[in-house]
């Protein structure tokens, strides 16, 4: 039988070896698994699995041990890590964190959950370069190469005041080529393109995508430098955003993850649920205003379902298309108008070619060109509808300064099943003579 320590052994030399599928490995595993792995093997190499960790899953194993060993974690990664692992952990847990974490570690992650989610004060970075303009390039270049033997990042190298507001940014060009005695306000490049800390994420990509900076500095309104903003941040943000956005989209809390607590997923899902069975009742209603004309015509029931079905369907495109536009800024100011007509055209056209082929297929299936005329019909209408409410939706949400992703599908959803139930059966109604 292999021992423990022999076990222990064969993880230490997987992990030394490799690394990223180790990690992977380790993910497969639930959290408390995890940390049970973690608890007994040397701090390097369970720093090792840490930092290659997705953050999600590195949060739910340091939830899980002791508040002074996941504060000795989180000292050595990069600030801006460890304040969005804190931010993934359960609050309780994150105070206990705080109070164990070194106090200027604790200072600077708290700086960075001052600002709103999802802007450069969040996403930014402390760790970057910056000299005083009244030092010479000679001295600069030495604690260039004196940062460099330490291991430190350099990227750019900014230069600022006596009062640390940013002046400029260097050269490296210009710092080989200049007389060392110059000093750095005569050869830095002015002025230096920077953006305020709540600067939303759109605007730090657009930035990125038109200028291709490797990063952006971050000033306060005094044009203090505070910190940098790195393309690889918000890549990771997008991801997160993309999956809180799908989770609200329908009904579920953007902060409830695979492994949150029964009751939080409950508690968070069970109000949009109730909204979502009011609506349902609401077009239940409907139906049952027309229960008599559906008992006199059965095939209606099975044709009811293809349109509502077929209406959601194109809600929802036109809802995410809209959903992108407004993430992406794609959606400026004064042409809401614009893309709703743009939508409830592509609806109309959807809906005719759609409208023509579910005619038809009524037709064939019940012998009665007015039962097609009728199906046809209503679901022309109903993707006009879709197209009409997946834009104008999440437009008027954010007029209110709403989340538009905010369980907009479900809104969406529903209107265009109430359109689809009562313009169905109210042209069956209308041509019930016909159709008998």
């Known amino acids: 039988m292999v021992s423990s320590a022999t076990l222990l052994e064969i993880i230490n030399r997987f992990v030394e070896t490799d690394p990223d599928k180790a990690v992977l490995t380790v993910e497969s595993l639930s959290p408390r698994e995890s940390a049970g792995l973690l608890k007994i093997l040397d701090a390097d190499t369970a720093m090792a699995c840490l930092e290659r960790m997705q953050h999600e899953h590195c949060a739910r194993i340091l939830e899980l041990l002791p508040a002074q060993t996941t504060a000795a974690f989180l000292g050595k990664f990069t600030v801006h890590k460890a304040a969005d692992i804190i931010r993934r952990m359960d609050k309780a847990r994150s105070a206990n964190v705080f109070a164990a974490l070194d106090p200027q570690l604790a200072l600077k992650v708290k700086r960075i959950f001052s600002y709103p989610q999802g802007t450069a004060g969040r996403l930014m970075r402390p760790d970057y370069t910056a000299f005083r303009e009244d030092i010479t390039i000679e001295h600069a270049i030495a604690k260039l190469r004196a940062m460099t033997k330490g291991g430190i990042p350099i990227g750019y190298c900014y230069v600022v005041d006596a009062q640390d507001a940013l002046c400029g940014v260097l050269n490296m060009r210009d710092l080989v080529l200049c007389e060392p005695a110059m000093k750095l306000s005569e050869v830095m490049r002015k002025p230096v393109v920077s953006v305020n800390p709540l600067a939303a994420r759109e605007v730090l990509a657009e930035f990125f995508s038109v200028r291709h900076f490797l990063v952006l500095p971050v000033t306060d309104d005094n044009h203090h430098l505070i910190g940098v903003v790195a393309p690889d941040s918000l890549i990771e943000t997008a991801n997160d955003q993309a999956g809180e956005d799908m989770q609200t989209l ?68 036109s809802l995410s298309v809209v959903l992108r536009g407004i993430i992406t800024r794609e959606v400026a100011p004064g042409t809401a108008w614009r893309l709703i007509g743009a939508e409830v055209l592509a609806g109309f056209i959807n809906g005719v070619a759609v409208g023509l082929v579910t005619a038809l297929a009524a037709w064939l299936w019940n012998g009665n060109i007015w039962f097609g005329l009728a199906a046809g019909l209503a679901m022309t209408i109903t993707m006009v509808t879709a197209g009409f409410a997946g834009a104008s939706v999440p437009l008027a949400m954010k007029k209110m300064n709403i989340d538009p992703a905010n369980a907009s599908g479900i809104v969406v959803t529903t209107i265009t099943d109430i359109v689809g139930i009562f313009t169905f059966l109210g042209l069956a109604w209308l041509l019930q003579g016909k159709l008998l």
């Not at 409830?256 to 939080?264: T, Y």
């Not at 508690?267 to 609506?279: D, M, Q, S």
């Not at 008992?295 to 009811?304: G, H, R, T």
């Open 250 to 317: 329908f009904g579920a809390d953007a902060a409830e993850r695979v492994w949150s607590p029964w009751w939080f997923k409950v508690t968070h899902r069970l109000p949009w649920l109730k909204i979502n069975l009011a609506t349902a009742f609401l077009a239940g209603a409907i139906v049952l205003i027309f229960k008599g004309l559906i008992a006199k015509i059965a095939i209606l029931a099975v044709f009811l379902p293809i349109i509502t079905g077929q209406g959601g369907n194109a809600g929802v495109q």
